[in-house]
């Protein structure tokens, strides 16, 4: 007999596949491609800066370009997915940001330079969301929390190994061969992603695609399950039509969106305030251009260690034990890398520890993000939230600039960059008290 099967539940009754895993690869290593063509910006500027003979504060236009591109990608483009569906917005972004990268090695200019980094940020913004949004759709809730922390976290290893791939590259071939390698792999990646990545099945139920399609995904799950000819497949939860961004603010979600808004504020902030300038600060200290770049490089890598470990954790005792005393631990560790002086050992366990910290915060807040939001609005949700977070992330280098031009030394920079993570703190307690935060409590 034709029977009606809740494909959210029978998710949560299966034991997870190799389908499953497949996605989480190809979304996590979407993921460090994106990371790298993100932060290598970053990893070339002093040397960029030499070539072009410029102010370092100058090449603050460059950063806050970039990053304002991929602003818009998260508000205009993300959403695109819920709509049409994560996988034609991931490869159309994927072609789109990997061309723009290509064309940045060939740059002459800070103009020029301007013009391709805001393109390339536009499919980056296109992409993440929909990474993101797809990881959770394919997981049962037991492991869902890990199993996106640890597909984001591919982000952070992507950026962390996009700094040493930019200093070997950068001192045999110059800058320009680390934006032909930024720009390579995401081609690569959509031609493996067209070939392999199934559609979330969960945007395929709610936009009611054919049966067949849809029995074709869940038994690439599970081959064994039979399902009876004329099976209805259906998601119970909230549904609504319209325009998806103002579901955000409906069904009292409004405050949990503006407090999460406000705290990826933050979190970016730091977070490319420190990946932005951290090299070049560091280079003016004394460093070598190699040494400051690997320095940055750990930065990032204390984030792909707490981005893992931590979702274990959430999954076992909630986002609210973790991400306030995290956030804490940023601010500490952050003021702690303007005290460490010219110490290479020092600056070290300072950088690994904010980026553990810093990084490991906005990735928790990525996971409690991700199932905050119902399917139809997820790729917004999550879209919107990374992109009202990138107005933290060009305010970060703008604010660097300024105070570089204005004379500030190591020290009272990195006491600045501290605040913004204590108020994360404060604001994720607020979160936590909301009708929102005690949905999330475990």
Request: proline share 4%; with cysteine; net charge positive.
């Amino acid at each position: 007999m034709a029977a009606t099967v809740d494909v959210s539940g029978w998710i949560e009754q299966q034991k997870v596949s190799r389908t499953q895993i497949l996605v989480m690869v190809l979304m996590t290593l979407a993921a460090a491609v994106e990371g790298i063509d993100a932060q290598m910006i970053g990893y070339v500027a002093p040397a960029v800066i030499r070539q072009f003979k410029v102010p370092p504060y100058e090449f603050t236009s460059v950063f806050a370009i970039g990053l304002t591109g991929l602003l818009v990608g998260c508000l205009a483009i993300a959403p695109l997915g819920d709509w049409v569906g994560r996988k034609r917005v991931l490869l159309g972004s994927f072609i789109f940001f990997g061309v723009m990268s290509l064309l940045t090695a060939w740059a002459d200019s800070l103009q020029s330079l301007i013009v391709l980094r805001f393109l390339t940020g536009l499919g980056l913004g296109g992409s993440m969301p929909n990474a993101i949004a797809l990881t959770s759709e394919y997981f049962p809730s037991r492991n869902r929390t890990f199993t996106t922390m640890a597909m984001w976290s591919g982000f952070t290893v992507g950026a962390m190994s996009g700094g040493f791939l930019a200093a070997g590259l950068i001192s045999e071939f110059g800058w320009p061969s680390v934006f032909v390698a930024g720009g390579i792999l995401p081609l690569i990646l959509a031609v493996v992603v067209a070939a392999k990545l199934p559609e979330s099945l969960r945007h395929l139920v709610l936009k009611k695609y054919a049966p067949a399609k849809i029995t074709a995904v869940l038994l690439r799950i599970n081959p064994s399950t039979v399902f009876a000819e004329g099976t209805t497949f259906v998601i119970h939860e909230e549904q609504a039509a319209g325009i998806t961004v103002k579901h955000l603010f409906r069904e009292g979600r409004a405050l949990g969106t503006i407090l999460i808004w406000i705290i990826f504020f933050c979190s970016l902030l730091d977070i490319f305030f420190l990946s932005s300038w951290l090299p070049t600060v560091l280079h003016d200290a004394g460093l070598s251009i190699s040494a400051s770049v690997v320095e940055t490089a750990l930065f990032q890598g204390g984030g792909v260690v707490s981005g893992v470990t931590l979702g274990l954790v959430i999954d076992r005792i909630g986002f609210w034990k973790v991400l306030i005393p995290v956030y804490i631990g940023a601010g500490l560790a952050i003021g702690s890398i303007g005290f460490a002086g010219t110490s290479l050992g020092l600056i070290m366990i300072a950088s690994f520890l904010s980026g553990a910290f810093v990084i490991g915060g906005n990735n928790s807040l990525v996971g409690l993000t991700a199932v905050l939001y119902p399917t139809y609005i997820r790729a917004t949700g999550v879209g919107w939230a990374l992109g009202i977070g990138r107005f933290g992330s060009i305010v970060g280098p703008i604010l660097g600039g300024v105070l570089l031009k204005a004379g500030w030394d190591r020290t009272s920079l990195f006491m600045v960059a501290a605040v913004p993570a204590f108020v994360a703190a404060v604001f994720t307690l607020i979160l936590s008290l909301t009708r929102e935060g005690s949905r999330q409590s475990k």
